[in-house]
C-alpha cells in the first residue's frame, strides 16, 4: 500500500507542485494520474520512489516511511521495490540493450547464470530479444520505451511507477504498450501511471483514473 | 615568524578547517535545537538536509585531520634542520612552551575524531537514526577542541625563533635527570617488558572471552605502555644507542621512517580496541574491531621486538 499524507511539495522560487495531498494506492491496482503538464502527477511519482523528499507531510510506501529515511536507505528500498519508467526513458545511448536492462543489478553482484536468467525473462516478456546486443542509439522510439520497462522490471518490483510512457509514442506503439501493461497488471503489480494521454482514461482494466490539478487532487 | 612551505600548508588547511568547522558548528546547533525524527514538517526535513550536510563536512574533515597528523610530526622533524641545536622534532618541541601541549592534545584529538567517525558510520546504518543527536552533541565539544588545536598551532609555530638555541633530543629525554619522564625513562627493562607483554597477553585474554569493557581499558593502558617501552627500551635497539631515548629520531629517513608505520600501527590497533567500550556494535561489527585491533597491536609487538632479537643475533649481547 501506498500512501501520501498531507504531502506537499514547495520548489525553489517559491513554485508549489503538490499542496497537501492526502491519496493512497492498494496492493495490485492500475492507477491512472492524469492532468495538463506541471500540475503535480511527476512529483507524486518522484515522491513514492524516493527521488525527492516532500516539502512537509509523509510519504509511506508498503508501510515504510520513504520520505523520512536517508537516501542511501532509499535507494535499497527503490532497487528492491520499485520499477521507474521515465517520460524520455533515461537509457545510456552508448550500452547495447541488454547492458541497459541490466544496469539496476549492478549492485546486488549476482552470477552470471542469475544475470542470464534474469536478462532473457525480461527480454522475452517484452519482446525485445533480437535486439539485445543493438545499442540503444540505433533503436526506434518504441523499441526504446520497451528497453525501459525491461530495464525497470529487471528486479521484479511489486510497484511500477511510469512518468508519461506514451508521449513520444505514435498511436500504434501507444496500443503496445497497453498490452504491456495489461501483462504487468496480471501479475499482480502495482501500477501507477502519470499522462494526459486520453487512450488510457477508459481502459476497461484500469482501477482509478485520479485527476491532479494545481498540485491538489480533483477527483 | 618562521614560515617553511609546510608551516605555510598547515596554515592553509587550519584556514579551510576553520571555515568549514564553523559551518557545522551552526548546522549541528540548529539540528539539536528543533530535531524531531517523527515530525513531518517543513523545519524537519530542511533539518534531514541539513544533517547530511553536517556531517558530510565533519566526517571528510577528520578523515582529513587522521593522516594530516603524521605531516605535524613531519613537519616538526623537518624543522629541527633550521632550529640550532635541534636534531630532530624534539627539538622543536622542546622549543617553546606551546609544542607539547599542543602534541597532546592532537594525540587525544586523534582519537575523539576517529571515535566521531565511527559513531557517524552507525548512524548511517541506522534508518531512525538513533545517533544523530549524540554524534553532533560530541561534534561541539570537539569543534572546542579543533578550534583550540588551530590556536594553539598559529601560537607554536609563530613563536618559533631560528635564532634561538634550543636543546636537542639526547638532553632532553636524558635518564640522569630528576624529572618524572627521566624517571620513567630509567624504568628496569624487566619490569618494563613484563608490563608490556603482559597487557598483551590480558588484550588476548579479554579478545577472547569478548569482555569489552576490560579490553578497552587495556587498550588504554597498551597505548601508554607501548610509548613508554618504545621510547625507554625498544628505541635504543632501534638507534642502536643504550643511551638515546628520543621518540622522534625514528621517524627520520636514517631509520628507514620506522616510527610512522609504529605509531599509526600503534593507533589503529589502540583505537579499534578503545572503542568497542564505547559504543553498542552489531556482533559483526564488534568482531571486525577486535580482529582489527588485535591484528594491528601484535604487527606493532612482532615488530619492535624483532628490533632487539635482532640486534642480538648480530651483535651477541643485548643492550
Redesign the interface.
Known amino acids: 500500500m501506498i500512501k501520501l499524507i498531507n504531502t506537499s511539495k514547495i520548489y525553489d522560487k517559491n513554485v508549489v507542485a503538490l499542496d497537501a495531498v492526502n491519496i493512497e494506492f492498494k496492493e495490485g491496482e492500475l492507477i491512472v494520474l492524469k492532468g495538463v503538464s506541471g500540475s503535480g502527477k511527476s512529483t507524486i511519482l518522484s515522491l513514492i520512489a524516493g527521488l525527492i523528499k516532500p516539502t512537509t507531510g509523509e510519504v509511506l510506501v508498503n508501510e515504510k516511511k520513504i520520505s523520512k529515511i536517508a537516501d542511501h536507505f532509499v535507494s535499497s528500498f527503490r532497487q528492491e521495490n520499485i520499477g521507474f519508467v521515465f517520460q524520455k526513458y533515461n537509457l545510456i545511448n552508448t550500452l547495447s540493450v541488454a547492458e541497459n536492462i541490466l544496469l539496476p543489478l549492478v549492485p546486488l553482484n549476482l552470477t552470471k547464470v542469475e544475470l542470464k536468467s534474469r536478462l532473457e525473462n525480461v527480454l522475452k516478456l517484452f519482446d525485445i530479444e533480437d535486439k539485445k546486443d543493438t545499442l540503444v542509439k540505433n533503436l526506434s522510439g518504441g523499441e526504446q520505451q520497451r528497453t525501459a520497462i525491461a530495464r525497470a522490471n529487471i528486479n521484479s518490483p511489486k510497484i511500477i511507477l511510469a512518468d508519461e510512457p506514451t508521449a513520444n509514442l505514435d498511436e500504434k506503439l501507444s496500443l503496445e504498450f497497453i498490452d504491456i501493461l495489461k501483462e504487468l497488471k496480471s501479475q499482480k503489480r502495482t501500477i501507477i501511471l502519470a499522462t494526459h494521454d486520453p487512450l488510457f482514461f477508459e481502459l476497461d482494466f484500469v482501477d482509478k483514473v485520479i485527476q491532479v490539478k494545481n498540485g491538489q487532487i480533483i477527483s | 615568524m618562521t614560515l617553511t612551505p609546510e608551516i605555510l600548508t598547515i596554515y592553509i588547511l587550519d584556514l579551510l578547517f576553520l571555515f568549514f568547522a564553523i559551518i557545522a558548528f551552526i548546522l549541528s546547533l540548529q539540528i539539536l535545537k528543533s530535531w524531531n ?1 517523527e515530525a ?3 523545519l524537519q ?1 530542511s533539518l ?2 541539513k544533517s ?1 550536510l553536517g556531517s558530510t563536512i565533519i566526517k571528510y574533515m577528520f578523515y582529513i585531520k587522521l593522516p594530516l597528523f603524521l605531516f605535524f610530526i613531519f613537519t616538526l622533524d623537518k624543522l629541527s634542520f633550521i632550529l640550532p641545536g635541534a636534531m630532530c622534532g624534539a627539538g622543536v618541541v622542546n622549543s617553546n612552551e606551546y609544542a607539547t601541549v599542543l602534541l597532546f592534545l592532537k594525540l587525544i584529538n586523534l582519537y575523539l575524531f576517529a571515535y566521531w567517525i565511527v559513531l557517524d558510520k552507525l548512524d ?1 546504518q541506522d ?1 531512525q ?1 538513533r545517533y544523530l543527536k549524540q554524534k553532533f552533541t560530541i561534534f561541539i565539544a570537539l569543534f572546542t577542541l579543533l578550534v583550540l588545536e588551530i590556536v594553539l598551532e598559529y601560537i607554536m609555530f609563530s613563536s618559533i625563533d631560528v635564532k634561538d638555541v634550543v636543546d636537542c633530543c639526547g638532553t632532553i629525554f636524558s635518564t640522569n635527570d630528576n624529572t618524572y619522564l627521566s624517571k620513567a625513562l630509567s624504568l628496569s627493562p624487566r619490569i618494563l617488558l613484563s608490563l608490556f607483554y603482559m597487557n598483551f597477553s590480558l588484550l588476548v585474554l579479554s579478545a577472547i572471552f569478548r569482555m569489552r569493557y576490560i579490553f578497552s581499558l587495556l587498550n588504554l593502558l597498551f597505548i601508554f605502555i607501548s610509548l613508554l617501552s618504545l621510547v625507554a627500551f625498544f628505541g635504543t635497539y632501534i638507534y642502536e644507542l643504550p643511551t638515546h631515548h628520543c621518540p622522534f629520531c625514528f621517524l627520520q629517513q636514517e631509520y628507514s621512517y620506522i616510527g610512522y608505520f609504529l605509531y599509526g600501527v600503534l593507533f589503529i590497533g589502540t583505537f579499534n580496541g578503545l572503542v568497542v567500550g564505547f559504543v553498542e556494535f552489531s556482533k559483526k561489527e564488534i568482531s571486525r574491531h577486535y580482529r582489527v585491533s588485535m591484528f594491528f597491536n601484535l604487527m606493532y609487538i612482532i615488530v619492535v621486538t624483532l628490533y632487539p632479537i635482532l640486534f642480538f643475533i648480530r651483535n651477541g649481547v643485548w643492550l
Do not use: A, P, S, V
Open positions: 525524527f513531518t514538517t517543513k526535513y534531514q538536509m547530511y548511517m534508518e537514526q
